[in-house]
């Protein structure tokens, strides 16, 4: 059993702090929250996380009040809850590996800010992932596959620039997205795939847009991330259904 993350970075705020949180996970489509009384259930939906809260227990007015705030935030923000720490496994098939970063980047300051961004350059391609043995790379010398075609490798403010890039800036904070393809494999052995997502954003204009995206993923042979899909670029349109 792990603790949940903070909702607040307010130590007064102590009621959704991480001393106060308990995160007990049950199947994929369930969670329970429980906090000092309040029993909240998250249910998971297409989108989003239908989240319900009952407050019968708390009997001290300030623990309610803070309660009644805590579920306000979140039914107004429609969070889901958040891929914290994610990081690549063998576990994890190229679809889940796409679907972490695109949840992750719809929220993108969730828990804080730009986390969908952090986590993405965790899920690209490291420099020389081969030569990597074991343990972490310290983020101040690791860089990553930049999305675009050419082979160049960012750190993180230079791969969050790009993904800032008008191509890109769509992914971030999008009002949803939904898988386009089936994941499709290709190369020896099968280890690259491609998937497509179709994204819906807010243009300038104020009108819903919605734009396709191919994620290009490679299977690492070997290091510490052997056996890894990670993500060596991200195409504008679609490139799996062809």
Known sequence: MALAPAFCASPSERLVSPKYLIWTPCLRSRARLHTAGVSVSVRRC????????????????????????????VNASKQTWPHEKKRPTALM???????????????????????????????SMPAKVDE???????????????????ERYLSFPEFSALLRDPMYAPLINCLDWKIASPVVFHGPGDSRALQCVTVS????????TYRAYTFCLQKVKQGAY?????????????????
């Open 93 to 123: 098939p190229p679809n889940t590996v796409v679907e972490v970063q695109m949840d992750s980047l719809m929220r993108n300051d969730w828990p804080e800010e730009d986390s969908g961004v952090r986590t993405a350059f965790h899920f």
């Open 46 to 73: 297409p989108s989003v996380y239908r989240v319900r809260a009952s407050t019968e227990a708390l009997d001290e007015p300030e623990q309610d009040s803070l309660a009644a705030e805590f579920m306000r935030h």
């Open 226 to 242: 052997r056996d890894c899909w990670m993500v060596v670029g991200v195409r504008l349109g679609d490139y799996a259904n062809v």
């Open 201 to 208: 954003f807010e243009s300038q204009k104020g009108a819903t």
């Open 132 to 150: 990597i043995l074991g343990g972490q790379v310290p983020e101040s010398v690791y860089a990553a596959r930049a999305w675009s075609a050419t």
